[in-house]
């Protein structure tokens, strides 16, 4: 998924001048709380911040005023409008050069909690785009997506895992709006891929965190339409929701509270929970128990079943003693390469093959997250190198690939209840090029795990807009799993 909040058809025609049609720069929904700063340039010229105003349902806000509206969600498919004042508005078929920065943060990837009741520090998202544009009067016309796999083989009573995808396999589709959610669910039965769905909740659900009575009825008649079973909700807790402090606890719990009800009213069994906090889990459980809900906690890259923090996690659990209790494995944590879908995406913004091969050999370390992260945006500010250029790629490089050896998972297998079966690329041998799928496969099987598969498709953190169709790899991926679980269970 480009990094960018500007894209061809940005520019549009405003009788205030100009006005640029902006893009959500992430996978999911954020507040408008989230962004800290846009500026433009116009053929060059800088624009004053007081002749820039962003429009979103219906409301203006200044510049200034974006990081107070921590009540205002931009939701994913939406795109505000960043009006640039001018004395002389633009006139459509007018070619102009338009530079963009946009600082973000993202509310609910924090790096460390605040200290005496002030704000944490969070994960950021710096974009910097400059593009020849040309005043439209409204966005290009959506690509028609034809179905270009055979109908995938049958499941069978012997097949240890059911399949499914989380829709967030398709982020980059759904933000440009090439599907709405009736489309986007069509397009998943059209290939034959189910019958599991999971949904990031954040970015699914256009009232997050509360589901309404209008998405519900959708959701109901797709899945009426479709055959297919709701097999895991993904919540994340949004604890940098306000720029002036972190949540309290009790705010946690609410917010928490309101993500388990929309759950289960969608007809989910399990959470994908990102906060095990043991307070929050003690105040939660009950919640789970009403609601008949299992809560898992997603065990993502860097980390393994093992790790520190992980492990502190377990110890919660053994507290807790509830079989409502257990994990989502992710399987970003047990790669044994970078992607090559990551590497062509940093060779794109600038690296070239001595900086590719740094970044690979940093990642490879024994070192944490954070270290590995600012030894390399280290490396490139030695070489007079923006780690800006990257985006959160700086970042996410280290925590999107973990190196964690596949047979750890068995350490915790009775503890796994969903899974998601992370990938970047299917090769023309029909293998992920960065993940042992046959390994993984083998020690679920002989682990004993018998929950859904959940395909997670993330190579649109790295690649193009269109330069894969993301659906069409899933059900090659299907087909990798299948026929890896089957040749495990025949030597069985």
Sequence with gaps: MPNGLIQQDSLRAHPDGVALALTLPWYRSLWLSSVSTISVTVDGEEVPPEDLRVELDGRTYRIDELPEQSETLWFLQQHPLLVVRRDRPLALGEAHRIGIAGDLRLPYMQIAPGADGGPGMYVPNVVRQSLDLTVRQGPDAAPALVSEAAPPPPATESDPFRLGLTLYSASAEFRAGWFDFDGLLDRVAELG??????????????????????FLRTWRAAFDRHGFDASS????????RRRDRDMTPDEEFEFSELLFEGAKKLGFPLVRIQSAKPELLRRLLPVAERLELQLAYEIHAPMGPNSESILRVRETYAELDSPLLGFVADFSSTMHSMSPTLLRAVRRAGLDDEAVGRL????????????RQEEFIGY??????????LGSFAHLAFNMHGHVAPS??????????????KFYDIDEQGQEPAIDYPELVRVFVEGGYRGYWSSEWEGHAFAELGEVDPLILVRRQHDLIRESMRSVTAVV
Aim: glycine residues 10%.
């Design 193 to 214: 891929i189910g019958p599991g769905i999971e949904i990031v909740a954040s970015q699914m659900v256009p009232t997050y965190p509360v589901v309404s009575d209008d």
């Design 380 to 389: 490139l500010r030695g070489r007079d190198f923006d780690p800006g250029r």
């Design 408 to 421: 750890e998972w068995a350490d915790i297998m009775p503890q796994i209840t969903h899974v998601h079966a």
């Design 233 to 240: 909700f993904g919540a994340n807790l949004d604890m940098g």
């Design 360 to 371: 690979q050999e940093i990642w490879a370390t024994d070192a944490t997250m954070r270290e």
